[in-house]
């Protein structure tokens, strides 16, 4: 753009009083600078910035705009691919577990030997559930579940009824300072569905249950306190001691809401299914007349709850403990 510049006159300089006795110097005129620009000139500078600045927002606006404008379906597929790629990953980890530590139980049914099921432990995976079913089958708890019965057979598992927390049984745990809480196996529970996806207890899983799924809320109650009435949480029910096991002879999706995987069956699985075919009471929750004594709280009705699935015969584990 052309610019005119334009000089302006030339300024006489001020008075100076002359001393005839002191030679002065004057210096020479400065001559200033003055642009000046004509209404054309600024009306072609200001349409010129205006069109610049409207073409950087047309093209940031072009560019929001093609971003906004992509195909969903596209964005749709990239993350789903994003999704199977950390799925992929999540189960690949899950499934790569490898038995660090071998366990045994020999089982009988009706006082008949049936033979033995060999067990392989997940240290690595599972450390606290490992170690909880290690100390039990060799009884460095105190206890163990040498004599205990298998209580409840289902189509897809079996189900051994573990250590009871009262009685001799709590007497003898208690020597060794064994207790049955079983907060850091629900904590590892937790752990194990939140990295794991899919179904975790898979046919010829061992499994250690945690807790009790179908357990009711805690109900509020008042109770006098400090001469106050406040609303305190009673517990309905009790929670798993940590000790009851299952052994999946199927896909079990059902237990992954209240099992803790520990370990699987490296051989053996044919005594685990021999245990599955003993005849079991019927399960009669289906009637309508049980529906509505559990409806109105009669103990009757969770007495017979307790009954259904098991056995008619004895399946008892007559020795176990840890293999070199």
């Known amino acids: 753009m052309l610019h005119h510049l334009k000089l302006s006159p030339t300024q006489k300089p001020p008075y100076i009083p002359q001393n005839h006795n002191q030679q002065t110097t004057v210096s020479p005129p400065i001559p200033k600078q003055c642009i000046k620009f004509s209404r054309r000139e600024l009306t072609i500078f200001t349409n010129s910035s205006l069109l610049l600045l409207t073409s950087q927002t047309l ?32 189960t690949s980890r899950c499934m790569e577990k490898v038995p660090t530590k071998r366990a045994f139980l020999d089982i009988s049914i009706e006082g008949k030997p049936m033979g ?14 490992a170690a909880t079913f290690g100390d039990l089958v060799s009884g ?12 409840k057979i289902m189509p897809n598992y079996v189900q051994h009824g573990g250590i009871r927390s009262y009685g001799v049984d709590a007497e003898l745990a208690s020597r060794t300072g064994r207790n049955f809480k079983n907060d850091k196996l ?5 752990r194990e569905n939140e990295e794991c ?85 019927q399960d009669n929750t289906s009637s309508p007349y049980f529906r509505v004594a559990k409806l109105i709280g009669d103990k009757r009705a969770v007495v017979a709850e307790r009954g259904f699935n098991r056995p008619y015969s004895k399946v008892i584990v007559t020795n176990c403990g840890l293999l070199e």
Request: net charge negative; aromatic share 4%.
């Open 140 to 151: 460095r708890a105190g206890i163990s579940f040498r004599r205990k019965e298998f209580v």
């Open 116 to 129: 033995r099921i060999v067990i392989g432990l997940y240290e690595q995976s599972a450390p606290v559930g």
């Open 197 to 281: 996806l899919g179904t975790k207890n898979l046919a010829g899983t061992v499994s250690i249950i945690v807790r009790d799924p179908s357990k009711p809320p805690p109900k509020a109650k008042l109770i006098a306190r400090g001469g106050k009435l406040e609303i305190d949480q009673e517990e309905v029910g009790v929670e798993p001691n940590g000790t009851e096991f299952t052994i999946a002879t199927k896909d079990s999706p059902e237990l992954d809401s209240s099992a803790l995987v520990v370990g699987k069956v490296i051989e053996g699985m044919d005594v685990v299914e021999k245990i599955g075919q003993v005849q079991t009471v």
């Open 59 to 90: 093209h940031r606006n072009t560019v929001l705009e093609a971003r906004a404008d992509e195909n969903p379906q596209d964005i749709k597929v990239e993350n789903e691919q994003q999704e199977a790629v950390t799925s992929q990953k999540s």
């Open 186 to 190: 629900v904590d590892e529970w937790e």
